[in-house]
């Protein structure tokens, strides 16, 4: 069974690999090498089916990822405390671009939106989906200020910011539960966040680890092994959320990650 960890101070304990459902609902506007068909919702069932067998109880979405949401609270409401769900605000995605909005209406019309979307009567984790301006985000939006009433609210347990910037995510660190950052083998920026982060006792979940499909170009036998040995090396790292629609993939992700993590 995969491995779980305390996220931070936040009292809910996470699997060592999560589940990134960009796929569940959208294929136009992502950067992936190749094109793919959204799954059905057999294979959904299928793959949540997996995801619990092998241990992984993390499951992050977004309103940007097109039906996502909406497809993934058809089949968790009978489980829900099986699942940690992560999602996020601040992103749109219509008619094949993405907008943005942080003000506090529209946080929260979001949260409220997300919660019926995804069958529930709270969300886990809420993650700031940044356009790369998250310095500005922070200070001028005060979108940690709103988002802190909506947990105090009972609506949300934990939040964060998914940053793009190394000042971003420190101060991410710094004000709020969670940070979720890029790291792998080909981009490795943003690891003072991370180290910042294990200082401070926060959680960490890591995006793009594979590098949206590009992570072929480690040169090694075993590409997904050498980067989930590269990214468990770092203490601070809390769970790394992984993209996919197949058993195979995700059940090799666990395995990988599960040697990684034994000393």
Not at 118 to 141: A, P, R, W
Not at 167 to 184: K, P
Request: hydrophobic share 40%; proline share 3%; glycine share 8%.
């Amino acid at each position: 069974m995969m491995q779980k960890i305390a996220l931070g101070k936040t009292g809910m304990l996470v699997s060592r690999i999560g589940l990134g459902t960009v796929k569940f609902g959208r294929n136009q506007g992502v950067r992936y090498p190749k094109e793919f068909q959204l799954p059905t919702d057999y294979e959904i069932q299928e793959l949540l089916d997996c995801a619990q067998q092998l241990g992984v109880n993390l499951l992050d979405t977004a309103p940007a990822y097109g039906t996502s949401e909406e497809r993934l609270g058809r089949f968790i409401k009978q489980k829900r405390e099986d699942w940690i769900l992560c999602t996020k605000v601040g992103e749109e995605f219509h008619e094949g671009e993405s907008q943005f909005n942080f003000s506090p209406a529209a946080v929260r019309r979001s949260i409220e939106r997300s919660l019926k979307r995804l069958n529930t009567d709270f969300l886990d984790i809420v993650l700031v989906h940044s356009n790369g301006d998250d310095e500005k985000i922070i200070e001028e939006d005060s979108v940690f200020v709103t988002l802190n009433k909506l947990k105090q609210a009972g609506m949300i347990r934990a939040f964060g910011m998914s940053t793009k910037t190394i000042e971003g995510g420190l101060m991410a660190v710094d004000q709020s539960d969670v940070v979720m950052v890029t790291y792998n083998p080909l981009q490795i920026e943003e690891q003072p966040v991370i180290a910042h982060a294990h200082r401070h006792n926060k959680g960490v979940m890591v995006k793009k680890a594979l590098a949206s499909g590009h992570i072929h170009k480690i040169s090694t036998d075993d590409p997904i092994r050498a980067v989930m040995q590269f990214i468990f090396h770092e203490p601070g790292v809390s769970s790394v959320v992984v993209g996919t629609t197949s058993k195979t993939n995700l059940a090799y992700n666990v395995e990988c990650a599960s040697k990684a993590l034994v000393k």
